[in-house]
């Protein structure tokens, strides 16, 4: 089955640029999606169709999808981005269509 | 705003079995997929399984087929997750989510707030 890998954690400070990566073969060739998951709360999608942001989700969110590579990248980094986030893609090609990444735990110091 | 409610978790034994349930409100239920994804505690998110707008097609990840089965009722705005031969490796919080998107694209647009579900003896 498809596998994606990111970054376990990563720490950023506030007002600065975090990237966080999403590795899978030939993923470029796929729509990655993002998600932000705060403490007890249920995930939210911050970034669809590699670079698509739903409405209420700031600018500062850019994705991006190239090769073996996908990017979430926050610009300007505030306190309250602080949670986990994970890439998705669906494989329509397979039995097992959802696929979502290992997740990596943003920590704004 | 579109919601899901999801119920039914709870603590069972190994080897055991549990139906959780969501129910849908404030969207055409019967014209969307949904989707079971869980969560196991202080790990990442698992898709469990899909369920298309008629029923038609469904498929499970490995770690759950032939273990669970989903299904839904249209007129009843659910969906419905039996599982059984229940392992500690299922526990988890369970989220009734909705996919979205085109071919190839799909995606989670929409998640209840979860239900956990304990499989210890």
């Known amino acids: 089955s498809y596998v994606l890998t990111q970054p376990p954690s990563m720490s950023v400070a506030p007002g600065q640029t975090a990237r966080i990566t999403c590795g899978g073969n030939?993923?470029?060739?796929?729509?990655v999606h993002w998600y932000q998951q705060k403490p007890g709360q249920a995930p939210v999608v911050v970034v669809h169709d590699d670079s698509d942001r739903p409405s209420g989700i700031p600018e500062r969110f850019f994705g991006s999808n190239s090769g073996n590579t996908a990017t979430l990248t926050i610009s300007r980094v505030e306190a309250g981005d602080e949670a986990d986030y994970y890439c998705?893609?669906?494989?329509?090609?397979?039995?097992?269509?959802?696929?979502f990444g290992t997740g990596t735990k943003v920590t704004v110091l | 705003d579109v919601h899901l409610v999801e119920s039914g978790g709870g603590l069972v034994k190994p080897g055991g079995a549990l139906r959780l349930s969501c129910a849908a409100s404030e969207f055409m239920f019967s014209t969307y997929t949904i989707n079971w994804v869980r969560q196991a505690p202080g790990k990442g998110l698992e898709w469990v399984s899909y369920?298309?707008?008629?029923?038609?097609?469904?498929y499970y990840a490995d770690s759950v087929k032939g273990r669970f089965s989903i299904s839904r009722d249209n007129a009843n705005n659910s969906v419905f997750l039996h599982m059984s031969s229940l392992r500690a490796e299922d526990t988890a919080v369970y989220y009734c989510v909705r996919l979205v998107g085109t071919t190839h694209k799909y995606y989670f647009d929409s998640w209840g707030q979860g239900t956990l579900v304990t499989v210890s003896s």
């Open positions: 998705q893609l669906w494989n329509s090609t397979s039995d097992h269509p959802g696929v």
């Open positions: 030939n993923i470029g060739f796929y729509s």
């Open positions: 369920i298309s707008s008629g029923s038609n097609y469904i």
